[in-house]
């Protein structure tokens, strides 16, 4: 089975909400991701097996130097074959292409290894404030 990966990937937002669901553990949600990309994100990644959708990642960007990796999902029976890295990988490239000088990313504590390790990213200063 061949995993392709597109920039910009043409999804429906059933799909994408059904992989949130798989990938966050929560109930399907109802979210126009569509729209929500359209308007804020510079791209994101799709990547598909037999033409399902089995991992997403969101490049959000503030419009010039910065672009912040958001929702990296990867369904979960497809987890720890290389396809959360190659969504980051692809992602980093289309931001670079774009000419971003950053990279940014938040994650969970369990997740660290995997940005850091597998990723590339680097620790660094950061705040936070919970809303």
């Given at each position: 089975?061949?995993?392709?990966?597109?920039?910009?990937?043409?999804?429906?937002?059933?799909?994408?909400?059904?992989l949130h669901?798989?990938?966050?553990?929560?109930?399907?949600?109802?979210?126009?991701?569509?729209?929500?990309?359209?308007?804020?994100?510079?791209?994101?990644?799709?990547?598909?097996?037999?033409?399902?959708?089995?991992?997403?990642?969101?490049?959000?960007?503030?419009?010039?130097?910065?672009?912040?990796?958001?929702?990296?999902?990867?369904?979960?029976?497809?987890?720890?074959?290389?396809?959360?890295?190659?969504?980051?990988?692809?992602?980093?490239?289309?931001?670079?292409?774009?000419?971003?000088?950053w990279l940014?990313?938040?994650?969970?504590?369990?997740?660290?290894?995997?940005?850091?390790?597998?990723?590339?990213?680097?620790?660094?200063?950061?705040?936070?404030?919970?809303?």
């Amino acid at each position: 089975m061949t995993i392709t990966y597109d920039w910009r990937g043409d999804f429906d937002n059933a799909s994408l909400n059904a992989l949130h669901a798989d990938g966050f553990g929560s109930a399907v949600g109802q979210t126009d991701w569509r729209a929500r990309l359209e308007r804020h994100s510079l791209g994101w990644v799709c990547a598909w097996e037999d033409g399902f959708l089995i991992g997403f990642v969101n490049v959000a960007w503030d419009g010039g130097a910065h672009a912040f990796i958001l929702d990296t999902l990867v369904a979960r029976h497809r987890r720890s074959r290389g396809v959360g890295a190659a969504l980051v990988a692809a992602a980093t490239t289309e931001a670079r292409a774009a000419k971003c000088e950053w990279l940014h990313v938040d994650f969970e504590e369990h997740l660290r290894s995997f940005y850091f390790d597998v990723c590339g990213f680097r620790e660094t200063p950061a705040g936070l404030i919970a809303l």
